[in-house]
């Protein structure tokens, strides 16, 4: 399993055990890929050997190991029924959010037969207009649906609320393997299962009144292509986080740096990291969560006048249940008193007031998290890879990372299937513990009196 043997590869790349940061400027530089894309295949762990170093640098040699769901554009894609034929490429654009999760549950289970055969109808008809073309999608739908369920529904409305709900059902998210909520430190559970092989994303563009959104129903595949032949300029995409989905550990950092102009972004993010290891080797022991550098992508969009950066934590073999759970555990990680004074800055200039530059309104469900080499819309700060961490010379032995393989690094619901999903059950308060503590053992007195003497069955409430 993946969780085993990316644990120790992941370890002997970063150089050891631990947290371990790079020297480096302040000001993040922007990885330049000078490789092509590539397609890399297997299921297993991909070894990719880096070509000698540059004259002037380190001349060590090894082997760059990447988990194959990084390494492979295709490794989530389901196995075709038809072998001599690739499995087709998604990308389907919806007016609204709920229309895009019911064509990508849909998608999920057919199965890419079913979505070839779509396709191929798509291509053989010449809609008149983009809503004509969602009216035909909800039709071929409803008819799947009517075949697999001996006719269950009669609308194309009726169809997609099924598809929908079917997508809140973690069991297509998951099929099986999310059982239910672990006990901080029980190890968690494993996502072994089939995730979802087309996945919504969201893209902003410019309109008659302004920029606005569609969702896309696309698989990484697709979505990947798109992001390469979109004009720089124009890319604006984002990836939506669904409920009940397993995700890594992500953060959204920003300050104001007219307000702050002694704080050092670079030390602060240093000290979040290590403070994450510690809590993460508290709270799951029994998994042995391990961070090296090579775990951690730092993604950047800082302005003259703003620090913003995205951090994704890809602990190797774990990720979290869902964004709830990630939620949870920030929430706790920034609320400890004696270690957390670092990350509260000054609000805007002038003012007293002090606020976390961790964004903790980014956990709800089906958030919008924007993606590597995007900019939001009317903006032109694009969100780049520092040269910190992952993309670090050290950890890459001065060869960055492919092009695709640092975009599948950033995207956060890219999660093994094997993967030891984490709860997060934030600590009970020493009092109330204490309170807990006295009433079992008020209760546990008075089923031993009322066994001897015949007494009456007693309720007892626990302290809200």
């Given at each position: 399993?993946w ?135 909800q039709?071929?739908m ?36 999310a ?30 009144n ?91 969009s ?26 949870a ?5 920034t ?5 957390t ?11 007293a007031?002090?606020?976390?530059l ?44 492919q092009?695709h ?35 079992r ?22 302290p809200?």
């Amino acid at each position: 399993r993946w969780s085993g043997a990316a644990a120790a590869a992941a370890a002997a790349a970063g150089g050891g055990s631990g947290l371990k940061d790079v020297q480096s400027p302040c000001t993040p530089e922007t990885s330049q890929h000078a490789e092509p894309p590539g397609t890399l295949s297997g299921r297993g762990v991909t070894q990719i050997t880096v070509a000698k170093a540059t004259p002037g640098v380190s001349q060590t040699q090894s082997e760059l190991l990447l988990s194959p769901e990084v390494a492979d554009l295709s490794f989530h894609n389901p196995p075709n029924p038809q072998p001599c034929k690739p499995c087709p490429l998604i990308c389907e654009s919806f007016p609204f959010q709920k229309d895009a999760v019911a064509f990508a549950a849909w998608c999920n289970r057919a199965g890419p037969a079913a979505v070839a055969t779509l396709q191929q109808q798509c291509r053989s008809r010449n809609f008149g207009s983009f809503h004509e073309r969602q009216q035909y999608l909800q039709e071929y739908m409803r008819q799947q649906q009517q075949q697999q369920q001996g006719g269950g529904f009669r609308t194309a409305a009726e169809a997609v609320a099924a598809a929908d709900a079917a997508v809140a059902d973690s069991e297509l998210l998951l099929q099986g393997a999310a059982a239910g909520p672990a006990a901080a430190g029980s190890g968690g559970s494993s996502s072994s299962g089939k995730l979802p092989w087309v996945r919504v994303f969201t893209e902003e563009y410019a309109g008659r009144n302004g920029y606005t959104r569609r969702f896309l129903a696309a698989s990484y595949q697709a979505l990947w292509r798109r992001h390469l032949n979109t004009p720089t300029n124009r890319r604006h995409l984002y990836e939506v986080i669904q409920e009940r989905c397993p995700c890594h550990l992500y953060f959204d950092i920003e300050y104001n740096k007219l307000a702050n102009p002694t704080a050092d972004g670079d030390h602060l993010v240093n000290q979040l990291l290590a403070l994450v290891r510690d809590q993460l080797m508290r709270m799951d022991k029994q998994t042995d969560v391990t961070l090296t550098k090579g775990c951690v992508v730092e993604l950047d969009s800082s302005t003259c006048e703003k620090f913003s950066r995205h951090i994704v934590v890809r602990a190797p073999g774990c990720a979290f249940r869902d964004n709830q759970q990630v939620g949870a555990f920030v929430r706790a990680l920034t609320t400890i008193q004696e270690e957390t004074d670092f990350l509260y800055v000054a609000k805007k200039p002038g003012s007293a007031e002090r606020v976390c530059l961790v964004d903790g309104a980014v956990y709800t469900k089906n958030r919008h998290f924007r993606m590597l080499g995007s900019s939001k819309g009317g903006k032109q700060a694009l969100l780049q890879p520092t040269n910190r961490w992952a993309m670090s010379a050290a950890h890459n032995n001065d060869r960055p990372l492919q092009q695709h393989q640092l975009f599948l690094m950033s995207l956060i619901c890219n999660v093994h299937p094997d993967s030891i999903l984490l709860d997060f059950t934030p600590p009970i308060p020493a009092p109330l513990q204490q309170q807990l503590d006295q009433h079992r053992q008020q209760q546990q007195q008075q089923q031993r009196g009322s066994l001897g003497c015949g007494g009456s069955e007693v309720m007892y409430q626990y302290p809200d």
